[in-house]
């Protein structure tokens, strides 16, 4: 399954890291210029593009669900 969502700031990334951390399942975040990073990995999202939307990769529609919800609040 694959969202794409816009961020905005460091802490929606933080908020990202932290909900995929909660997640049996990997999440994966693509960026437009075709970068992936692991969604657990603060380092890793951190060398991601977000001058564009991105897209939140996952096979389990519930934790995919949880990482987009994270970055409402």
Request: aromatic share 4%; proline share 1%.
């Amino acid at each position: 399954m694959v969202r794409q969502v816009k961020v905005s700031n460091f802490s929606e990334v933080k908020e990202i890291v932290s909900a995929a951390a909660k997640c049996y399942n990997e999440v994966g975040v693509h960026d437009m210029k075709g970068s992936i990073a692991d969604a657990k990995s603060i380092l890793g999202m951190m060398s991601l593009d977000y001058s564009h939307p991105v897209k939140i990769v996952c096979d389990d529609e519930s934790d995919l669900d949880r990482v987009v919800r994270a970055m409402k609040h």
